[in-house]
Nanobody, 126 residues
Framework: VQLVESGGGSVPAGGSLTLSCATS????????IGWFRQVPGKEREGISV???????EYEDSVKGRFTISRDIAKEMVYLQMNGLKSADSAVYYC?????????????????????WGQGTQVTVSS
């Protein structure tokens, strides 16, 4: 299993970015893919997930601004980020979870995931 994040960069506050997660070695029917972010000195934070059946969920601070999606044919997962704030600056990761939970919220802790990418930096200037 491999996950490779891309699309990070520097944007002004209020701007938009789309992060991409290229996957290999897995089937979307078997996994949930999450988006996490981390700033130095803080714990990695789960912000969104798309489950094996396509259900999506968001952490409150990004709800209404971020959208997770996937392209099964291309084996890609995306995170469209609009209305970016300085507080969104972080390294963003897209991990994969082979665990099946009845409740989507259980995909938000780090320990629910089995494979991680290397991350991509997002910097939002105010």
């Amino acid at each position: 299993v491999q996950l490779v994040e891309s699309g990070g960069g520097s944007v002004p506050a209020g701007g938009s970015l789309t992060l991409s997660c290229a996957t290999s070695g897995l089937s979307f029917s078997d996994v949930a893919i999450g988006w996490f972010r981390q700033v130095p000195g803080k714990e990695r934070e789960g912000i969104s997930v798309i489950t094996s059946d396509g259900a999506t969920e968001y952490e409150d601070s990004v709800k209404g601004r971020f959208t997770i999606s996937r392209d099964i044919a291309k084996e890609m997962v995306y995170l469209q980020m609009n209305g970016l704030k300085s507080a969104d600056s972080a390294v963003y990761y897209c991990p994969a979870s082979f665990r099946m939970f009845d409740t989507v919220k259980y995909y938000f802790p780090c320990f629910s995931y089995d494979y991680w990418g290397q991350g991509t930096q997002v910097t939002v200037s105010s």
